[in-house]
């Protein structure tokens, strides 16, 4: 048996996963440890050359623990999480064998075999932009295919569950469900994948990161309050999103845009209303995203109903309207920045000239680290150099001019991105982030 020949090899595997956007919310579990959740949710995979987890794994007789790596330093793995989804993959894995290496682990020897994780994640990790849906589809991808489990991308998707809710529908690209399922034990509690990236490609997604501090409130204390504490979240666990779900497979399928964003924008301010309703209640949009505007330049509206309209949806409320067919979707998950889906291209510049101009760069920052993902969208806006921020004019449906605040600042920078690809297996050595010879981070 290759594990206790004494000879010290390391076999590796590199793999790159996307994270997503829910665009109808997950919020809520039936059950903490299997993490089941009270709600079918539907999300976007954003592409991963923009937004993704890399990780490396490797195993070999010469490690004496498992032990992991997350953006240059050591972290425990002893985590209840990390360790349902080791024990549930080892409980899977098959024969390996490498001839040319002379490596042969049989399924047996994966109890006893140790394995290292290093991963990076080329965004904030703990900004609110679903790190860990990335960073656990990716360990359990890439373990997966180190240690030849032969399941499927939804028998592997009820693993990266366990680590964290969302893991799951980072196993597909494109347009993905997770059920919640009805067994106790969660078997059914999988993500399907519900249309390709390809096969509405003219969507662009912008996100607006607000802000790269860790959150205030973590996603699990705070589901764990509001089902406890909150009556909304029944009825829109039990009558909104069933039917939210089938009407959002039903754009999805027709790429109905107007459908798709009143949807997305509804379920969104749903699930910060669910939060609100929480005690204590949650606020996941901060200062930056919580100021009050005028809305639609009637400040007799404020008055009346003292609404505290984001900036930015305020932004996108007003174009909506006065393009008289929506252009844009927001949506704000347990974290203040917005991500915000287009139409189409020519939509995608209008937007950013919009956002360009109602929260442009500090003076010393630079265009190409303000805007960053696929930059020929800002080309399509005609911007080019910073002046051309500076010499923005307010949007045109914007009537009265002088009430118009610029937030300059406010936002760290926008990325632009799309529906992207699911997992992939790295096969060129040189993306490793494994040294071969010794098994630890390059
Ligand atoms: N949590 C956040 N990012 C992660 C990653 N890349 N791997 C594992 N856990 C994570």
Redesign the pocket.
């Known amino acids: 048996m290759a594990a206790e020949s004494g000879k010290k090899w390391v076999l590796t595997v590199t793999a790159q996963t996307p994270t997503n956007i829910a665009v109808i919310k997950y919020w809520g579990k039936r059950d903490e440890d299997l993490i089941l959740p009270i709600n079918d949710s539907i999300s976007v995979t954003l592409d991963p050359d923009h937004l993704c987890?890399t990780?490396s794994v490797a195993v070999s007789p010469a490690f004496t623990h498992d032990r992991?790596w997350?953006?240059g330093k050591e972290?425990s793995l002893s985590g209840g999480r990390?360790q349902n989804c080791l024990r549930e993959l080892r409980s899977r894995a098959s024969d390996v064998e490498d001839e040319e290496k002379g490596i042969k682990i049989t399924k047996k020897d994966w109890e006893k075999l140790h394995v290292h994780?290093v991963?990076?994640?080329n965004f904030p990790?703990?900004a609110g932009l679903a790190?860990?849906a990335?960073?656990?589809a990716?360990?359990v991808f890439s373990l997966a295919k180190l240690m030849n489990v032969k399941e499927d991308h939804s028998k592997l998707s009820a693993i990266a569950r366990q680590?964290?809710g969302s893991a799951c529908r980072s196993l597909y690209g494109g347009f993905v469900k997770w059920i919640m399922g009805k067994e106790e034990n969660g078997s059914d509690s999988i993500a399907v994948q519900l249309a390709d990236e390809k096969h509405w490609d003219d969507l662009v997604i912008i996100i607006a990161v607000v802000s790269s501090r860790q959150k205030e409130t973590s996603s699990t204390s705070g589901m764990r309050d509001t089902v406890e504490t909150s009556m909304l979240i029944k009825h829109r666990a039990k009558e909104v999103v069933p039917k939210r779900i089938i009407q959002m497979e039903e754009a999805i399928k027709n790429r109905d845009f107007p459908a798709f964003a009143r949807l997305t924008c509804a379920d969104s301010n749903q699930f910060h209303a669910v939060c609100l309703d929480t005690l204590p209640p949650i606020f996941y949009m901060n200062d930056t995203s919580h100021r009050q505007e005028p809305f639609f330049n009637s400040s007799f509206i404020n008055v009346i109903v003292p609404h505290f309209y984001l900036p930015i949806i305020s932004c996108v409320e007003k174009w909506n309207r006065h393009e008289e067919t929506p252009q844009v979707a927001y949506t704000f998950d347990a974290g203040p920045n917005a991500v915000l889906i287009s139409h189409n291209r020519k939509a995608a510049a209008l937007l950013l000239q919009r956002l360009l101009f109602y929260f442009p760069p500090q003076s010393d920052t630079d265009l190409n680290s303000y805007v960053i993902g696929d930059k020929t969208i800002l080309k399509d806006a005609g911007i080019h150099e910073m002046k051309d921020i500076e010499a923005l004019a307010p949007p045109p449906e914007i009537k009265d001019t002088n009430l118009t605040q610029r937030h300059k600042g406010d936002v760290s920078y926008f990325i632009c991105t799309r529906p992207g690809r699911g997992p992939v297996v790295l096969t060129d050595e040189s993306r490793s982030l494994i040294n071969p010879e010794t098994g630890l981070p390059k």
């Open positions: 987890t990780t992991m997350l953006n972290v990390y994780v991963s990076y994640n990790t703990a790190s860990s990335a960073g656990l990716c360990l680590g964290s």
